[in-house]
């Protein structure tokens, strides 16, 4: 681990290496000093920026720590810069009050936002709504602190849920048009099946009406009937990715729970504002022909005027 104490305001010459790069000369030219370690690690690179903010009640220093891990595929240079900015920014942070030391992940306090939600009168459905969304966003960024989300994350997580096969919906079944028959020619009752199969006897009746049901009920169905699930139903397992409009929910809760860190100052500002969500499909807008309008036209103008 290397250690190094330097000012928002330095000079440096670097040399390049395959690991990376060292600083090898500095010039003080302010008091105030951001702590920076450089951090080699499994997971790569990165760089732990400690800033001092004055004392505490008994005259202990008080520290504020975050961490820096630069993107991949950056250069020497665009790392030492990037350090550099991510330190100025820190420093500067604390001293207008906020609190981006805070190692609060996503999912910890999403939930706090979302109970505080809940107290302050918004709709139960809603608040349902939120934690039904907030298990999927915990899988993607649930583990990262509230401070360290960028536009880049989250734009990486919904490009992930328009991806094929993301969908949660339970696996369904539809019924064969001969369901009846079948079940009629091995002189078997809706409720006999039911009871076979161990399930809900409306789930049977549902499938005798050509409804679509579970999977896994339909293959209980099938077992207890001693018919191949293929010649009762037609799987029905949609592999389609979310709508638009879907991934926009996404977007609109983690917008939510980051303006209420933004308020809190515990960032300095809201990741998802600066995020690019998918635009939101437009229906389309139907429109008339020539000869309806001119029906249209005909028709307004027999009508008497009141």
């Known amino acids: 681990m290397n250690t190094l104490n330097l000012p928002?305001?330095?000079?440096?010459?670097?040399?390049?290496?395959?690991?990376?790069?060292?600083?090898?000369?500095?010039?003080?030219?302010?008091?105030?000093?951001?702590?920076?370690e450089k951090i080699t690690g499994k997971t790569g690179v990165s760089y732990r920026i400690t800033v001092s903010g004055g004392f505490d009640t008994a005259g202990k220093r008080i520290r504020h720590r975050m961490t820096y891990k630069p993107?991949?595929?950056?250069?020497?240079?665009?790392?030492?810069?990037?350090?550099?900015?991510?330190?100025a920014d820190f420093e500067r942070s604390i001293e207008q009050g906020f609190a981006l030391d805070n190692r609060q992940t996503f999912a910890e306090y999403a939930t706090y936002v979302i109970d505080l939600k809940e107290r302050t009168g918004t709709k139960h459905r809603t608040v349902a709504g939120?934690?039904?969304?907030?298990?999927?966003?915990?899988?993607?960024?649930?583990?990262?602190?509230?401070?360290?989300?960028r536009a880049v994350h989250l734009n990486r997580f919904y490009q992930n849920l328009a991806e094929s096969g993301i969908r949660e919906t339970a696996a369904r079944a539809?019924?064969?048009a001969d369901f009846r028959a079948a079940l009629k020619e091995k002189k078997l009752?809706?409720?006999?099946?039911?009871?076979?199969?161990?399930?809900?006897?409306?789930?049977?009746?549902?499938?005798?009406?050509?409804?679509?049901?579970?999977?896994?009920?339909?293959?209980?169905?099938?077992?207890?009937?001693?018919?191949?699930?293929?010649?009762?139903f037609t799987a029905d397992e949609r592999d389609e990715p979310l709508s638009s409009t879907s991934i926009l929910a996404y977007h609109r809760f983690i917008h939510i729970v980051l303006a209420q860190a933004e308020r809190e100052m515990l960032v300095s500002y809201n990741a998802a504002?600066?995020?690019?969500?998918?635009?939101?499909?437009?229906s389309e807008v139907g429109t008339f022909q020539t000869s309806e309008l001119i029906?249209?036209?005909?028709?307004?103008?027999?009508?008497?005027?009141?």
């Not at 029906?295 to 009141?306: L, Q, S, T």
Request: charged share 25%; glycine share 6%.
């Open 295 to 306: 029906a249209i036209r005909d028709a307004a103008a027999k009508e008497p005027v009141k």
């Open 273 to 282: 504002s600066r995020a690019t969500p998918p635009q939101k499909e437009k």
């Open 71 to 87: 993107e991949p595929g950056m250069t020497a240079r665009q790392t030492e810069k990037a350090v550099q900015r991510a330190a």
């Open 174 to 176: 539809v019924p064969k």
């Open 8 to 36: 928002l305001n330095f000079k440096k010459n670097v040399i390049q290496g395959c690991k990376g790069f060292r600083i090898l000369e500095k010039q003080m030219k302010v008091t105030t000093l951001a702590t920076i």
């Open 189 to 232: 009752s809706m409720a006999k099946v039911a009871r076979l199969a161990g399930v809900a006897e409306s789930t049977v009746n549902a499938a005798g009406k050509g409804e679509a049901i579970l999977k896994e009920k339909a293959e209980l169905i099938a077992m207890a009937a001693g018919i191949p699930f293929e010649n009762l």
């Open 130 to 149: 939120y934690r039904q969304l907030l298990e999927r966003t915990n899988r993607a960024i649930g583990h990262m602190a509230v401070q360290d989300i």
